[in-house]
């Protein structure tokens, strides 16, 4: 098929360069002239492992192409992606002005029967309005306007994409079922589920989604602070919670707070919906509040742990929203950091990837690549994004370099027997501050005892 892909933002660029690795035949548009002339180059404008080689491996086999001109991804394409962004108006609400310029410009190149399908997250009713424009701009030619919401990780985008937990196609035709149908061909082949539904219901999908997932972070997150409070382990509730197979064990990791373009954004856009349709949200308003209460106060945290921050040196490793990325919006770092400074702290800091982004944002960090350079004289160490590679830093080293051995950990990365072994003052999320481990503890080790018994000779009731 021949498909038009109108955004090369993180969206657009992804599903473009996979719906060409699916075997179409895919155009690229986007009116910034220099991002189109960078992905000529070759060059990759977002950071997102997999895709410089998907989009390097697309355009020799000539799939793939790039071009500032709407015409070439309209003309003669089966369907067209609007992937533009939607940012949020003061209000929390979804800017749609670059979704309504876009479908101008598509009505204004459209040549026979076109599939619109809208990828940007967009409030329900945005279909109707698209559909408008396009009656209004093009009212020679059949269009069909079609909801196929985007499910995409950063970090791990092109995998979401190639093998996705389901497909939702909302649309109001079987012409345009059948159309969308053909697009995701090679993944349903492959067993992926398809959802059909009516075009509003496709957009409710996407924000109720990403609600639910921001709701059950806030949940855990609020878990583990009762967990520090009452003297149980968060990460064994969790667990427990997730062997449910209702529940679910994913997105259950106790963290800063959410992050990121889409959740804080969409939780926003979805309680506005709500709000205009005089419907009530209260769930998902309060995992909103919660997660903003609980970013601001994690200068808050580290102050309660450490004592009087004024001319301590405080370093920060991980600055991005989350692991595998260098975005920093909506990153809590950009709570903790000046908030830090303002309790009397110097701050430095490290990340793999995000130090570019996160520069402007931050004036007054002295910035490391090099972790154990941002941690040299210390006496605060705080964890703050999930890299990796933060898992297997020397702790020896690191109690070596600084100052003071106090380690902060927001995502429960490091083992706490290590750091303890290490020498440090270890507090991490959701677990007892009188207990660093449960295993460390008499009464952990019987229960681990009594565990293995159990699995050894097990109770038949
Ligand atoms: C999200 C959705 O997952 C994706 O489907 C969507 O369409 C775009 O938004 P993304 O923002 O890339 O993806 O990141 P995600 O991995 O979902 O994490 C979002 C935030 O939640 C991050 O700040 C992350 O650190 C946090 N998180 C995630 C937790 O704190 N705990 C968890 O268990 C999972």
């Not at 030619?141 to 985007?150: G, H, K, L, M, R």
């Not at 059948?178 to 924000?207: H, N, Q, W």
């Not at 975005?327 to 309790?343: F, K, S, V």
């Not at 690549?369 to 690191?398: F, I, K, M, N």
């Amino acid at each position: 098929m021949r498909i038009g892909v109108i955004g090369t933002g993180y969206v657009g660029l992804v599903t473009g360069a996979c719906l060409a690795e699916l075997g179409h035949e895919v155009c690229c548009i986007d009116s910034d002239r220099a991002k189109i002339d960078r992905l000529l180059a070759g060059d990759c404008p977002i950071y997102e492992p997999d895709l410089p080689a998907l989009i390097a491996r697309n355009r020799m086999a000539d799939r793939l192409s790039f071009s500032s001109h709407t015409a070439d991804g309209v003309s003669s394409s089966d369907v067209v992606f609007i992937a533009v962004g939607t940012p949020a108006d003061s209000d929390g609400e979804a800017d749609l002005s670059f979704v309504h310029a876009a479908a101008r410009d598509i009505a204004a190149h459209l040549r026979g029967f076109t599939v619109v399908a809208t990828k940007s997250t967009v409030p329900v009713g945005t279909g109707d309005e698209v559909e408008a424009i396009l009656a209004a701009h093009a009212s020679d030619v059949e269009t069909a306007v079609v909801s196929n919401p985007e499910f995409l990780r950063e970090g791990c985008a092109v995998g979401d994409f190639l093998k996705p937990d389901r497909i939702v196609i909302g649309a109001e035709t079987s012409r345009a079922n059948a159309v969308m149908e053909a697009v995701y061909r090679p993944l349903t082949a492959r067993g992926c589920p398809v959802l059909f539904s009516d075009r509003r219901t496709s957009e409710l999908i996407k924000y109720a989604s990403n609600a639910f997932l921001a709701v059950k972070i806030s949940y855990i997150n609020e878990i583990a602070d009762l967990c520090e409070d009452i003297g149980a382990d968060a990460a064994f509730v969790a667990e427990g919670m997730g062997m449910d197979a209702r529940i679910g064990g994913r997105f259950l990791q106790p963290g800063p707070g959410y992050g990121g373009s889409c959740f804080p954004k969409d939780t926003q856009a979805l309680l506005a919906t709500a709000r205009k349709a005089d419907a009530t949200l209260s769930v998902i308003a309060a995992a909103e509040t919660a997660n903003r209460r609980r970013k601001r106060h994690l200068g808050a945290r580290v102050a309660a742990a450490t004592g009087d921050l004024t001319d301590k040196v405080v370093t920060v490793l991980g600055l991005a929203f989350k692991a595998g990325t260098d975005d920093m919006r909506e990153a809590a770092a950009l709570d903790l950091i000046p908030d830090l400074q303002a309790r009397g702290a110097t701050v430095c800091a490290s990340d793999p990837e995000a130090i570019v982004a996160a520069r402007p944002k931050l004036p007054g960090v002295a910035f490391f690549r090099d972790a154990y350079a941002a941690a040299q004289g210390a006496d605060v160490l705080v964890l703050l994004t999930e890299w990796p590679a933060y898992a297997s830093l020397d702790l020896e080293r690191l109690h070596r370099i600084m100052r003071g051995h106090r380690l902060i950990d927001f995502r429960n990365l490091f083992d706490p027997e290590a750091v303890a072994r290490a020498g440090f003052d270890y507090i991490s999320l959701g677990r007892p501050a009188s207990r660093r481990s449960i295993a460390a503890l008499g009464h952990g080790a019987a229960v681990i005892d009594r565990m293995q018994s159990a699995l050894q000779s097990p109770d038949v009731d």
